[in-house]
């Protein structure tokens, strides 16, 4: 893994400062797009990522928009949005990208590539569910195994490259999503986790475990790994969106790790800080 792409930043450089909502499993529902819009306005994010599952797969109603009217409302937001692809992306997406690209704005669909914004890398894995070929878009297919292009990214951008993984769905064995079935995490994510320690990554697919076992973020070693779940069928009625606001600071404007990162979750009510300290007594 090369590293001889980014200096290490002087500590003279300015700060700068990136601030990312990162937001799953939007599913076309009406109440929740205009909760992110109202997010949004909020928090003032520079960039806005979906991490898969912004379209719905299965059969429309009253409650959705259509894959056009949510490309109208994303396009009205100011910031830059990101999208990595769920299990429900499929022909549905052709609709958001020819709004994307009639618009003229940059489209940045990091599908086993990564994506550079001011000093943050964002890195987008596949989904081992669904359809892809549509969010290709032309591009040549991603296998599940992560070195066969994982190590390309960090040969492009270096150490950055492990700042934001976006993977819709978790990593396998935390506490983040189920143990087995559907929701279950994914074996190879997890092992790259392992492999690269990655300063944070962030999923969804598994809309519940989350939110009933009361746990929005996990550790494999280094790594902090994000799910804060979605609204379920019992939760719904609060109309409550679950995303996380999060505050990179960067010593320069090149692609970098990060000098601190504060990533707050809503509607926890938390905030995690990294690096992390040290524990008293020990290593954290």
Known sequence: ?????????????????????????????????????????E??????????????????????????????????????????????????WDSIARHWLKAGRPLHIPHGSAVALGPLVLVGFPCTYGHEESFLMGRPDVPYETETWLPAIFEQYGPAANTLWLLHEPPDETKLCAPEGLMAGVEEWRAAIEKYQPWLTISGHDHETPVFDGFWHDRIGRTTSINVGQPTKLTEPTKTLHYCVTDFEFLGNEPALP??????????????????????????
């Open 259 to 284: 000098k601190k990162v504060t990533v707050t979750a809503y509607p926890w009510n938390g905030t995690i800080t990294l690096p992390e300290k040290p524990k008293e007594g020990g290593r954290s």
């Open 43 to 92: 928090h003032k994010p520079d960039i806005l990522a979906l991490v898969g599952d912004f379209l719905h797969g299965g059969a429309l109603s009253s409650r959705h928009y259509s894959a056009s009217k949510c490309a109208d409302r994303l396009l009205a937001l100011p910031c830059e949005v990101v999208f990595a692809r769920g299990n429900h992306e499929a022909e549905n």
């Open 1 to 41: 893994m090369s590293t001889s792409k980014i200096s290490p930043p002087s500590e003279e450089q300015p700060v700068k400062r990136v601030r990312v909502l990162t937001a799953t499993d939007l599913h076309q529902l009406k109440w929740v797009y205009l909760a992110l819009e109202r997010a949004v306005s």
